[in-house]
């Protein structure tokens, strides 16, 4: 059995940057262990490349949920990255930080006075892990290894929705990155300005360490349970191609398998809700009910038109224009290759646009629907999704049997809040508003979903339930806590409770969900996770979403 010092599993956005500070900072010998391939198809380094594989099972884990008796019986389908890098070597390349108010109620949920968690007090770890093309002091980084850019190509439509939303009294931000998001404006991604191409974690933290032999990268490795030696985690078995092995850690195993895979391996292990380990015959080791449970996503709901003319992406990865594009982005770096095909989105609060937002609002400038949801086909056209930022009902992952390598049971609970369908449906109302409003009604032909004939509450909600789908953010599921929460599974030093050396750093340690897209946010929980780790907690000076030095 060979012996590391930390030992990672799971292989994306959180354990690629905590695997990188580890080796470099601390000279420590790091295992990093990742369920899927360490190679991906290069069509995936370009911006609008991702595209090509959102419906298929290459390099993503397709979880079917369990039925839903809310969405009258319909289970969604929720992806999970499976390969070197996570999320950040297959999303859109969103970079979205959430609200200040977030952050705040993370450490309401901690009550500690000594580790803070507030947006001020990360911060310095979103600008250390930030490489910016424009923007800088005081709430962005330059010079980190994240490349952090705006696209380099909007379509009309994109231009059209920033500007009808304006027209309908939302205004025109910058940056929805200062703590604040509010109004319309076109997002950041993880791209890098100069080659126009991805920039992974990976590209970020892993590859400039190839050469390391401090660090080993493990693929096709699933990870069957935490080892023990007493209370304290002392190494991992996994599966690798068929084969099991067991590795030991010197200091510390390292959870970092997301929202869905983490738990699993926890109840695994043996910590957990008392009664599913039972229900498996797995010995208890520490009871923890909380495991698995609380999880969140945000869900999305589309408003769907078709358009009187190409104004958008429909067609454009096939025959000629395809070739076209192809050759402007090889030869100039620039066209349609250089877009996500998302550009542009809006923060509000449908019944109040000067209130907190509810809804983040997505314009895709094609008609855009999810696998699992069919009716119609695709064309020129225009999809403006509402997204619920702050969903009140949680849902569970628990164990399908005690095989290491089946897929946990996921149970999303979507509209499982009675507010929750409410604010979808307040968002969907809006979005309708924006079709129907200029600029961007010029360019519209007609509403296809949820259809002009549907207009009362309940067949709005009908709609919602049979289109609803996931905004691909799942978090949660090992929150951390104060000492009397009954379902806090992590210290607010990511510590497991009940146990000794074994932490969790990816997006399940978050007590809710943040208000916008989630790669941002976990990159900054992993760059502060590695110096919790490494003992060495900064003390920087905070800063508040006005930029004044606190």
């Known amino acids: 059995m060979k012996t590391y010092d930390y030992i990672i599993v799971g292989g994306g956005s959180s354990g690629c940057i905590v695997a990188s500070r580890l080796v470099r900072e601390q000279g420590a010998r790091v295992l990093l262990l990742e369920a899927g391939s360490g190679r991906y198809d290069p069509v995936l380094k370009m911006p609008a490349g991702y595209m090509k594989f959102l419906a298929s099972d290459t390099y993503l884990t397709l979880h079917q949920t369990e039925p839903q008796p809310q969405l009258n019986g319909r289970g969604v389908i ?65 010079g980190g290894p994240m490349k952090v850019s705006h696209l380099g190509h909007f379509s009309p439509l994109s231009r059209a929705y920033v500007k009808t939303m304006q027209a309908l009294g939302i205004a025109y931000t910058p940056d929805f990155n200062t703590g604040n998001p509010y109004g319309v404006g076109f997002m950041q991604h993880t791209i890098d300005w100069q080659t126009r191409k ?70 695994l292990s043996g910590i957990g809700p008392q009664e599913e ?10 009871s923890l009910p909380g495991v698995g449970r609380n999880l969140q996503d945000h869900y999305e709901v589309p408003v769907v038109a078709s358009t009187n003319g190409a104004f958008g992406y429909y067609g454009q990865d096939k025959g000629w224009p395809m070739i076209k594009a192809g050759l402007q982005y090889l030869l100039f770096k620039s066209g ?25 609002m997505f314009c895709v400038p094609t008609i855009y629907l999810d696998r699992d949801v069919m009716g119609t086909d695709p064309g020129n056209g225009v999809t403006v999704n509402s997204l619920l930022l702050r969903p009140k009902a949680t849902g569970r992952v628990t164990l399908r049997d005690r095989n290491p390598l089946s897929l946990p049971r996921i149970d999303t609970q979507i509209f499982g809040h009675p507010d929750d369908l409410s604010t979808t449906i307040s968002g969907l ?28 509450d309940q067949q709005i909600a009908d709609h919602c339930k049979r289109m609803v789908k996931t905004g691909y953010h799942p978090v949660g599921t090992c929150r951390m806590g104060h000492d009397h929460d009954p379902l806090a599974v992590l210290h607010a030093d990511l510590r497991v409770r009940g146990v000794q050396g074994l932490r969790v750093v990816d997006a399940s340690m978050m007590p809710n969900i943040i208000s916008g897209n989630t790669n941002a946010a976990v990159m900054a929980v992993a760059h502060r996770a590695a110096d919790l780790i490494m003992g060495k907690e900064s003390h920087h000076q905070n800063i508040s979403s006005q930029g004044i030095v606190a």
């Open 78 to 142: 929720v992806p999970q990255a499976r390969v070197l890098g996570g999320g950040s070597t297959v999303n859109a390349m969103v970079y979205m930080r959430g609200h200040e108010q977030d952050y705040a109620d993370w450490n309401t949920a901690v009550q500690r006075s000594d580790i803070d968690w507030s947006f001020a007090a990360l911060l310095p770890h979103f600008k250390a892990t930030e490489d910016n093309d424009h923007l800088g002091a005081p709430f962005h980084g330059v």
């Open 198 to 267: 991805r920039c992974s974690v990976v590209d970020a933290f892993i590859t400039p360490l190839k050469d390391d032999s401090r660090l080993t990268v493990a693929t096709e490795a699933s990870v069957s349970e935490v080892l023990f030696e007493g209370d304290r985690a002392v190494g991992v078995a996994y599966v690798q191609k068929g084969e099991t092995k067991q590795a030991r850690a010197g200091q510390e195993v390292i959870l970092a398998a997301g929202a869905y895979q983490t738990p699993k391996i926890l109840m």
């Open 277 to 286: 380990l039972a229900a498996w015959d797995i010995p208890l080791r520490h």
């Open 336 to 360: 349609p290759v250089t877009t996500t095909g998302v550009e542009t989105c809006a923060f509000f609060n449908p019944h109040d646009l000067s209130a907190t937002p509810t809804i983040q």
């Open 429 to 456: 109302r809006f979005a309708r508003k924006v079709i129907a409003s200029l600029p961007i009604q010029a360019m519209v032909d007609r509403e296809i979903f949820p259809g002009e004939d549907i207009s009362s």
